[in-house]
């Protein structure tokens, strides 16, 4: 019995990662080939006024950078409002400048009372018809606003995710992240446009229509990851989200183990807590398009867990001469292979937008080994989110270093 079980759980590690790369390389190449070769958008004569929300949480160090960016967008009418979050550090000190510039406001709270209550204090004071979501180190591109906004042109489309691409290639572990980004994170993302649903928007950089935002009542203070929550609200609310490749922004990345752990671990317990909150619609059959997300994001956190699982059994065995790891060499070496022909894919479509990005192509090599690994301790930490009352307000817990 537990022989049976355990070469179940083998097979299901074993193929799940094929299956799945499969399908984020072909639904990927779709959109490449359906949208963004031979689609080019038609920027519509009115432009919705835009309100651009940075939060900001000890974010000395890097916002300026971020402020002096978002100063020269090139867009007709934006305005700016940056919320300190009872920063303890000179973040204070570092936006003063920006605010002789008319378009720029500041709301400088007391409490660091975290990103999501940040945000809701100024919806209700923000002028603009699309609220534009970014983190303080978030660098957008000068044409960022127009790739934007111009599919609220359409009267259904709730929310836009943009682009993040990482700035910062200071050792192994950011090069690391900017394989993950370049061939994970905007494959998973084409290939959820094909499905017709996004699993988040990206809380780096998003766009919501205002009247969406109030829809759902705003951002919910007890997530631990707003930016999935909302989406999945918005989702069973019946808007569109969507994601424009060509709205390109430059972000920092964890640099430290501790800090990418941290940051991890916050989007791990969040996609579970999501995971628990939202289980309702696996029920529900007018929201059988989001069927497919909750299903994938249900297996992806299983096989995480049993990754980890097989390998430490796997190399238990073998310390003990067991023959049980020999049969397995030819399925991890197929694992290895595929993975690495998934992100030359993702290199492939991300080229356009980042020229250097084969530059690091070398770290993949180390990427499945690493972040799977590093995934099951993560998934195994976020694990007791799952029975955790609700209650308590997830503030602001690390600064940038």
């Not at 920027?43 to 309100?51: A, E, G, I, Y």
């Not at 980890?308 to 030819?330: A, C, D, K």
């Not at 030359?344 to 799977?372: C, M, Q, S, T, V």
């Amino acid at each position: 019995m537990i022989d049976t079980f355990y070469h179940a759980l083998v097979i299901y590690v074993a193929f799940y990662p094929i299956v799945t790369s499969l399908m984020w390389a072909v639904f990927s190449l779709t959109y490449k080939i359906r949208w963004e070769e031979h689609h080019h958008e038609r920027f519509p004569p009115h432009k919705p006024s835009v309100t651009i929300l940075i939060p900001a949480y000890n974010e000395g160090k890097l916002i300026e950078h971020g402020l002096a960016a978002v100063s020269k967008l090139e867009y007709p009418d934006y305005e700016v409002i940056i919320i300190n979050d009872g920063s303890r550090d000179d973040t204070l000190e570092q936006i003063q400048p920006f605010l002789k510039d008319p378009r720029f406001r500041l709301l400088n709270k007391i409490k660091n009372q975290g990103k999501a209550l940040a945000l809701n204090d100024v919806i209700a004071i923000a002028n603009g018809e699309i609220i534009i979501i970014l983190d303080a180190d978030a660098e957008p591109a000068s044409d960022f606003l127009h790739h934007m906004t111009w599919h609220f042109q359409h009267a259904r489309v709730g929310a836009v995710t943009g682009h993040p691409r990482v700035k910062n290639t200071t050792n192994f572990l950011t090069r690391i992240q900017i394989i993950e980004f370049a061939s994970i994170i905007g494959l998973l993302r084409r290939s959820q446009r094909i499905w017709g649903r996004i699993v988040t928007v990206s809380g780096i950089a998003a766009a919501f229509r205002k009247e969406a935002l109030y829809d759902v009542r705003a951002f919910r203070p007890e997530m631990y990851t707003e930016d999935i929550d909302i989406t999945w609200r918005l989702e069973k609310r019946h808007w569109d989200i969507r994601y424009e490749p060509r709205a390109v922004v430059w972000m920092h990345v964890p640099d430290t183990l501790k800090d990418f752990f941290r940051q991890r671990l916050r989007w791990g317990r969040g996609l579970l807590q999501v995971l628990r909150v939202h289980a309702d619609v696996m029920g529900n059959w007018h929201l059988r398009r989001m069927w497919p997300m909750y299903v994938e994001s249900c297996l992806s956190t299983l096989w995480n867990t049993a990754y980890g699982i097989v390998v430490i059994i796997e190399l238990v065995l073998f310390r003990y001469g067991s023959p049980i790891f020999s049969p397995y060499y030819f399925w991890t070496m197929l694992m290895a292979t595929i993975c690495l022909v998934q992100l030359f894919i993702g290199g492939l479509l991300e080229r356009k937008h980042d020229r250097d990005i084969f530059r690091y192509f070398g770290y993949a090599i180390f990427y499945p080994l690493f972040y799977w690994m590093f995934m099951f301790f993560v998934t195994w930490a976020a694990l007791p989110v799952l029975w955790r009352k609700m209650h308590k307000i997830v503030q602001w817990s690390s600064e940038r270093r």
